[in-house]
């Protein structure tokens, strides 16, 4: 059998979170608006409308560009692409075409963080352009129903280049892609809503050289590209994204074993079956006759203007995750875990900051207070619900181990348990956290005269 690679590129599209529409002064509100309620003549391409850019749009996506690493066009502009689909009120979609706003990015990252398969990698963006979204179809057996509140919605596609030759490096790519653009704060990315969907371009080529020593080391550099790929549309998970790679890896091999070259086309990808089916055959560049939008002029920006905008950059998950490690000496997977949620890393840093200030009341050595912090919180000994302040309280307790009256403890724990059942029914209900109300409780009828991590184990023995 031939020895065979996939070749493989993504394009990614996020809806951005600004309050009005790219090119008009519609509410973006396509969840919670009934139908058709949040269109005008502009997004719905009525004859005689303007469209005016959304200004906020364009430095959000100029903001998503720096963090991509891209190269800013100083010099911009918006075209049209034709094409007809029931979703596209105005016959075309305002989008970039050869000039967008960001190009020749890259994006870094840790795969397996923290474990022994820990690699580095990078991956290139070839671009990075600003659009409007298309309005939503919903099936409903033979009918197909139409709601345009999505139309106009601002949308950036970001598109890489074909480096990708696995399955598993797209999802850790499309992972950190994730965390970045919710750390960016302008946009949800909520796959659920699908105002983040992931498109992956696939196809397959034969590996020429078949030394052993040659099969599994990436070939990224100059190869002659396949002369076909296959889109899968719309996807909005990272492990569909995952199972639609690898059924079309599998599902191309067999074509070329049989002499066949697969046809190009897009597809879209059945969850239920775990398999992709033919939509449509794919369209090339010149299928959507681009000519630049005659009703907006095109934009020049000055570098004082990009480079305004890198500031506001907030520190990047990657940024954050490395100085967890050094300024709180987190073990490397913990201070990876943390990075990755915006409001988890908010809530760590807010606690370590009160911790810190009274830090003369710690036993613990000083280099290993972040670390005990993070286990607590990751561990979830402590609620996260709890403000930071009450968990700073709990936090230095734990860390401060006193000799406790088991005796007393006892008692404490039967006197609280039957006094407050509906608290005891929510823990066992599945509501974990209500475990540090008793907490709260028991240290306060012991008098502070009780170790914390001791409360917390009975605790769980008398409530199980």
């Known amino acids: 059998m031939k020895q065979y690679k996939p070749v493989i590129g993504l394009e990614i599209h996020v809806e951005l979170k600004t309050k009005t529409g790219m090119f008009c002064q519609c509410r973006v509100n396509q969840f919670d608006a009934l139908p058709n309620t949040q269109v005008c003549p502009v997004c719905l391409g009525m004859p005689g409308a303007l469209p005016v850019p959304n200004r906020q749009a364009i430095e959000w996506t100029i903001k998503i560009g720096h963090a991509l690493n891209c190269k800013i066009n100083k010099h911009t502009k918006f075209d049209r692409k034709h094409y007809s689909y029931p979703d596209l009120p105005k016959g075309y979609q305002i989008s970039q075409y050869d000039e967008p706003i960001a190009v020749k990015g890259h994006l870094d990252f840790e795969a397996n963080y923290g474990t022994n398969k820990n690699e580095k990698k990078s991956f290139r963006i070839h671009r990075v352009h600003l659009e409007e979204d298309t309005g939503k179809l919903t099936h409903q057996g033979d009918d197909t129903l139409i709601d345009f509140n999505r139309s106009g919605t601002p949308l950036v596609e970001m598109v890489t280049e074909a480096d990708f030759e696995s399955s598993d490096d797209v999802k850790m790519f499309l992972e950190e892609l994730h965390t970045i653009i919710r750390a960016l704060d302008v946009s949800d990315a909520d796959m659920e809503r699908g105002t983040m969907r992931m498109e992956p371009n696939i196809s397959v080529r034969e590996i020429l050289n078949t030394k052993p020593e040659t099969l599994n080391k990436p070939q990224i550099t100059n190869f002659k590209l396949p002369n076909y ?236």
Request: proline residues 4%; hydrophobic residues 35%; glycine residues 4%.
């Open 229 to 464: 790929k296959v889109e899968v549309k719309n996807i909005n998970s990272f492990n569909f994204v995952k199972r639609a790679i690898e059924f079309e890896i599998k599902r191309h091999i067999e074509l070329l074993e049989k002499g066949e070259t697969p046809i190009q086309e897009t597809r879209g990808w059945d969850s239920q079956h775990n398999r992709t089916y033919s939509q449509r055959t794919k369209e090339e560049a010149h299928d959507y006759r681009y000519f630049p939008e005659p009703d907006i002029p095109p934009f020049e920006f000055s570098d004082e203007y990009i480079e305004s905008i890198k500031k506001t950059l907030p520190e990047l998950p990657r940024a954050k995750m490395y100085r967890y490690i050094e300024v709180f000496k987190l073990r490397p997977m913990d201070a990876f875990n943390l990075s990755r949620d915006k409001e988890l890393s908010a809530y760590f840093e807010e606690a370590m900051s009160k911790v810190k200030n009274q830090s003369s009341k710690i036993k613990v050595q000083s280099e290993k207070i972040g670390q005990e912090v993070a286990n607590f919180i990751m561990n979830k000994k402590i609620s996260i619900d709890l403000s930071v302040g009450e968990f700073a309280d709990e936090a230095i307790e734990l860390m401060n181990p006193v000799e406790t009256d088991t005796n007393l403890l006892d008692t404490t724990i039967t006197k609280l348990i039957t006094a407050n059942p509906k608290v005891v029914a929510d823990y066992r209900g599945g509501k974990q956290n209500s475990i540090m109300f008793f907490v709260g409780q028991v240290m306060r009828e012991m008098k502070g005269k009780a170790d914390a991590k001791t409360v917390i184990e009975e605790l769980k023995k008398e409530l199980a």
